[in-house]
């Protein structure tokens, strides 16, 4: 039935009437063209609009009359106002008769515009009028505005409907709720009925309780609901108390439902919170605080860490250092939420921290939180945060490649950077007698920011691959790099062999450097003869097996369940593999069942 557009119980609350003249071209609310329109201005055009009896008619005061580009601002607090202004349309002109007022036994709301011949101080010709049809100018529209103030006696969930009547010409009633405005037959529609609802109530809100001590570092929640099927909780304000003294100001207008205290030894804290719903009705500050710890003496305390700045790929650790213990107890390290979900990790053992921040974290401000807990005494804890602010990235991420040996072959990459470079070199590392490097090209047809691309295989310690962008552009962001060219000599077993690329030394536009010596690895399966096989995690987290051979050779896939027993191999699958150099297997056995298997060359 329309949106409830919650008020406040004492809310005053502004209207606007608007009325269009429709004119030739005008849609309606679905895009649909209006079946009539009107072919003359209009000259006159009344409001009649009846006032809810949950209104203070007394409160009711005018704001402005408008039509066309004619706006007509009425003093402050007036209830009543008439008169007149002048206007020329289409080389006629007339004057606009304005009256407009509320009566206060009736509650309703009327408000007239009437063209009036200057001269003879009567309706001017069938031509002349104060509102054109509408022709997307705003010429063809008027509209009236008031305040009127909601009863303060209402109770939440009273809703305050407003539909006004609309006259031109002593024609049709329109009603500005009506489905089609041409007919009034069609019915209403309630969304298009001006809806306030009142919340009258005030939120409830409280502290949830703390143990009588806690740790250094002690989390507090609260929680409260609006009055019964009122607007809502908007925030909360949160008040603490230390010792004793005047309770101030924790956090204001604040939506998260807790925060973290980390507080000083042998201190009390005392807090309440008070809610706000959403249209601003306010809890009363309750006569006790809602929740109150003292500090423990004994809580385990941490070592303070100073702020870091990381490089991407560095790895870093932090050990658990702990300045206060009590004898005989021991303690859990743990990191929160935030800090498992940016790759932080936590020895068990010692409770050492450490992390390695990958390139898209680079150019970042990163808090790692630890939570150290006494086991004996789950209550006291203590945290420290440190801010690890993470440099610049630059990589070069290789793909996969299949590569029968012999043969040349193209290995994608992926290139990240998070600042602007113009060149960019980078170093290869290939298994010796496995992999050779050959060449490297840019692919036009995937990025426009790279022109060129060459390799130096005889560099060392490593060779070397470049990148350069084109004139007057950079390379930053995530794209395709460039292809390389790795090829797999003669007379060597099928393995998978490792890519490794690393030592990105890349050049800003103002010549400055950025340096990453993190490595980046992709794997390139080199086939002989003999094939490969490989067990991995589908989509589905289902196991599957990958079988890599060279294309129109016979191979067999055995399988088994007793590894003790060489006679219970059975074929699984026997074919040649005809695409792609690899034929994977889905849905390879029952759940919780171990299963075996081994690949050869067929008969």
């Known amino acids: 039935m329309g949106v409830k557009r919650w008020v406040r119980a004492d809310a005053v609350l502004p209207y606007r009437i608007n009325f269009e003249n429709l004119g030739p071209g005008r849609v309606d609310a679905s895009g649909n063209p209006h ?34 580009g004619t706006m007509v601002p009425i003093p402050q607090s007036r209830a009543y106002y008439g008169g007149s202004v002048p206007m020329t349309f289409d080389g006629r002109t007339s004057n606009v008769g304005l009256e407009t007022g509320v009566d206060q036994a009736s509650g309703r709301v009327f408000a007239v515009f009437q063209s009036v011949d200057p001269i003879a101080s009567l309706p001017p010709d069938v031509l002349t009028g104060f509102l054109p049809p509408e022709d997307g100018t705003c010429r063809g529209q008027g509209h009236g505005s008031f305040l009127i103030k909601a009863r303060t006696n209402l109770i939440t969930r009273t809703e305050i409907r407003n539909v006004a009547l609309i006259e031109f010409d002593r024609q049709m009633t329109i009603a500005t709720d009506q489905n089609n405005p041409h007919n009034p037959g069609s019915g209403v529609d309630p969304t298009k009925q001006a809806l306030v609802t009142i919340d009258a109530g005030s939120p409830s809100s409280s502290v949830t309780a703390l143990p009588a001590e806690s740790g250094r570092a002690f989390a507090v929640q609260w ?22 003294t005047l309770f101030v100001p924790w ?13 000083d030894l042998g201190q009390t804290y005392a807090f309440y919170s008070i809610a706000r719903d959403k249209v601003g009705n306010l809890e009363l500050p309750p006569v006790a605080p809602d929740a109150q710890t003292v500090i423990s003496t004994n809580s385990p305390m941490r070592a303070a860490v100073t702020n870091l700045t ?10 658990n250092s702990l300045v206060y213990l009590v004898e005989g107890h021991t303690y859990t390290v743990a990191l929160d939420s935030r800090s498992i979900a940016l790759g932080a990790k936590i020895n068990p053992t010692n409770g050492t921290l450490s992390w390695a921040p990958k390139c898209h974290q680079a150019r970042s401000a990163s ?10 005494w789950t209550n006291l804890s203590d945290v420290m945060t440190t801010i690890a602010v993470v440099k610049e990235c630059l990589e070069s991420t290789p793909g996969t490649l299949i590569l029968p040996i012999g043969q040349t072959g193209r290995l994608p990459s992926n290139l990240l950077t998070s600042e602007p470079v113009t060149n960019l070199t980078m170093g290869l590392a290939l298994q010796l007698g496995r992999l050779e490097a050959v060449n490297a090209e840019v692919r036009p047809e995937v990025t426009d920011t790279i022109c060129s691309a060459w390799m130096q295989p005889a560099a060392r310690p490593l060779p070397v691959i470049g990148l350069a962008a084109c004139s007057n552009a950079w390379m930053m962001g995530t794209q395709q790099g460039a292809r390389l060219y790795p090829t797999a000599p003669p007379n060597q077993p099928s393995s998978f062999q490792w890519v490794h690329i690393g030592q990105f030394v890349g050049t800003r536009p103002d010549g400055t450097l950025v340096i990453n010596l993190n490595t980046q690895s992709g794997r390139v399966v080199v086939l002989d003869e003999e094939p490969l096989l490989e067990a991995v995690r589908g989509t589905n987290g289902q196991p599957e097996l990958m079988l890599y051979g060279i294309e129109a050779s016979n191979y067999v896939l055995r399988a088994t369940t007793d590894l003790s027993d060489s006679s219970s191999w059975q074929t699984y699958w026997q074919d040649a593999i005809t695409n792609n150099l690899v034929r994977q297997f889905n849905s390879i056995g029952a759940a919780n069942r171990a299963l075996f298997f081994r690949a050869g060359r067929g008969p």
């Open 367 to 376: 808090a790692l939180t630890l939570w150290v807990t006494n086991n004996t």
């Open 310 to 319: 990381l490089n991407v790929g560095e790895p870093f650790t932090l050990s």
């Open 251 to 263: 956090f204001g207008n604040v939506t998260d439902p807790a925060a973290v205290v980390i507080g």
């Open 223 to 244: 929680s409260g609901a609006d009055d019964a099927s009122g607007s809502g909780i908007d925030s909360y304000d949160v008040y603490v108390s230390t010792n004793g």
């Open 35 to 68: 079946s009539t329109f009107a072919p003359a201005p209009a000259q006159r055009v009344t409001i009649s609009d009846p006032l809810s009896a949950h209104l203070y008619w007394n409160t009711f005061q005018l704001i402005e009359l408008g039509f066309g």
